[in-house]
């Protein structure tokens, strides 16, 4: 690791709970001199000589100003979170109090703390690899338990597991071939072919899975956009509103009252999806404004990942509701088909419902009827046929970029056996995939990268 990345001297304070008032706040430092500089302000008792682990409760005093009552836990190195001497101070939660500890603190010689910082000690410390760091954001981001579920497993350490074994198994095939290497002269082989195949095509399959894994990953963190088309006053704010189980958006008989898009989300089952209520497509509008959330609705079309095509099912002119269908079914999405208002159903719609409309769901979003079915079908939509088990699941767009470099090399280096390359050749693209592995880890890396990862964390973790 860089020289500059070996530790660091100075001691950092930052607030660890949320700005605003509360009941309590938690101010944290970190760094050699946490304790002593906590133990100035502390005359009930003498930190320095306290165990680790253990909670001190006294007055927070500046000479003779009295700053708070408080309790202190004490953390000592190296079994803390960032592998320094750690002090958390529990405070009253008005942010003057907060502040006015943290300034005394800095007085007596902390730094505050940026973005991140307590975290990226923990990793230079070697506390947490890179991708456990990543994941304590994730997890502080997490907003839901999809999101939750996958952010801890990596906090426990399930992607470094694999990753480990991968790097360990990518090793071992260098080793041998090395080996041949030092003994080119002797004529000597070492490796056999046959098992560096099969290691081979182990470490790809793992790889080809953990990017494949990115797509459910993505949906775990970002979320799934969902848009809510169809003609003007086919029922689609009503749909958005008994999907919120909320007046969201406002209802109306009359045609075109949607103007402009209306977002909110929907947590199914863990999994956050991004409703996108559009306004209603019809082929000619005088309306200049309406034309204007026409225009917004074809753009949300575009970016979403799901579209909803909702139509009105007792509408005596479907023909351009099916040109409509036939134009989404072009854009390479999962569209998902209902017909609504079936509290007035017509034998004749029917008929022509079923030829142009095999798939399509039938509901009355008035009424509330099939709601429970589209939420399924949204569900399975996105999670069949993934689950959220106990398995690895990337969600960092970083990761993928690397795997994907990672595959490209066990490729070269199968296509190289294949042909016979030599071994010193083989080796270079070994230690290419093992670089790209230490990217992913930490192992290989700089303080720039560093900083941008960390940057993005909130300040006092």
Known sequence: MNNALQGWNDTIVALATPNGMGAIGVIRLSGSQAIEIANTLFPS?????????????????NEE???????????????????????????HGANYIQQQIIETLASKGARPAKAGEFTQRAFIN???????????????????????????????GGFSKVLKQLRDELISFSALIELELDFSQ???????????????????????????????GNVIKQGVSVAIIGKPNAG??????????????????????????????LNIKGILFRLIDTAGIRQHTTD?????????????????????????????????VIAQQKSLETLNKTVITLANKTENILEATNIIINQFFPNALFM????????????????????QPNSIGNEVIVTNARHVAALQKIREGIT???????????????????????????????????EDQLDYIFSKFCIGK
Do not use: W
Request: net charge negative.
């Open 288 to 320: 200049e404004i309406e034309k204007i959330g026409v225009e917004k609705s074809l753009e949300k079309i575009q970016t979403a990942d799901i579209i909803l095509h909702l139509f009105d099912y007792t509408d005596a002119n479907l023909n351009e």
């Open 364 to 383: 009355s979003a008035k009424n509330g009827v099939g709601i429970t079915a589209l939420k399924n079908t949204l569900y399975n939509a996105v999670m």
């Open 236 to 265: 689609k704010s009503t749909l958005l509103n008994q999907l919120l189980n909320e007046e969201r958006a406002i209802v109306s008989a009359i045609a075109g009252t949607t103007r402009d898009t209306v977002e909110e989300t």
């Open 186 to 216: 002797e004529d000597v082989t070492f490796a056999d072919k046959k098992q560096l195949y099969i290691l081979l095509q182990k470490a790809q399959k793992t790889v080809s899975e953990l990017i494949d894994s990115f797509q459910l």
């Open 45 to 61: 008792k003498n930190l320095l000589q306290q165990p680790s682990h253990t909670l001190h409760v006294g007055l927070l005093k």
């Open 65 to 91: 100003m009295v700053l708070d009552e408080v309790v202190i836990a004490l953390y000592k190195a190296p079994k803390s979170y960032t592998g320094e001497n750690v002090v958390e101070i529990s405070c």
């Open 412 to 446: 070269d280096i199968l296509e190289g056996l294949n042909n016979e390359v030599p071994g010193d050749l083989l080796a270079l693209d070994i230690r290419r995939c093992l670089h790209f592995l230490g990217e992913i880890t930490g192992q290989v890396t700089n």
């Open 126 to 156: 070697g506390k947490l690899d890179l991708t456990q760091a990543e994941a304590v954001a994730d997890l502080i981001a997490s907003n839901t338990e999809a999101s939750k579920k996958t952010a801890l497993h990596n906090i426990k």
